[in-house]
């Protein structure tokens, strides 16, 4: 269950959902919830922002078949960037930021989920 229905949950959501195999002899289901947040971290002499950082943070529920709470785990990436003046430029890189960062996460979840017993 995705409790944050935005495109980069999505992409989180397809990447697990991907390896996912219904003939499973262990079988979990997931509740996530995904949260960004974009902060400043420096501004210039002016007060316009010059260095920022990006966090994504991923909580993850685990539960067995019959709904039965297994175990929560967070995940976190977080990504420090100097802030450009070409605001296309910028978005492009955020973009590029946050696609890094959200694989980042779905390889650690898959490794997280491939460890469970």
Do not use: C, H, R, W
């Not at 992409?11 to 003939?23: C, F, P, V, Y």
């Not at 967070?74 to 930021?97: C, G, H, L, P």
């Amino acid at each position: 269950e995705n409790k944050n229905k935005n495109k980069n949950s999505f992409a989180i959501e397809k990447m697990i959902t991907s390896l996912s195999d219904q003939n499973a002899l262990n079988k979990v289901k997931l509740e996530m919830n995904y949260k960004q947040t974009f902060s400043t971290i420096l501004k210039d002499s002016k007060g316009d922002p010059s260095k920022k950082k990006l966090s994504i943070a991923v909580s993850l529920v685990v539960k067995n078949e019959q709904d039965n709470f297994l175990i929560n785990k967070n995940f976190s990436e977080e990504f420090n960037y100097d802030v450009q003046s070409n605001k296309f430029n910028m978005a492009q890189y955020e973009e590029s930021i946050t696609n890094n960062l959200n694989n980042k996460i779905s390889n650690d979840i898959i490794f997280f989920l491939g460890t469970l017993k």
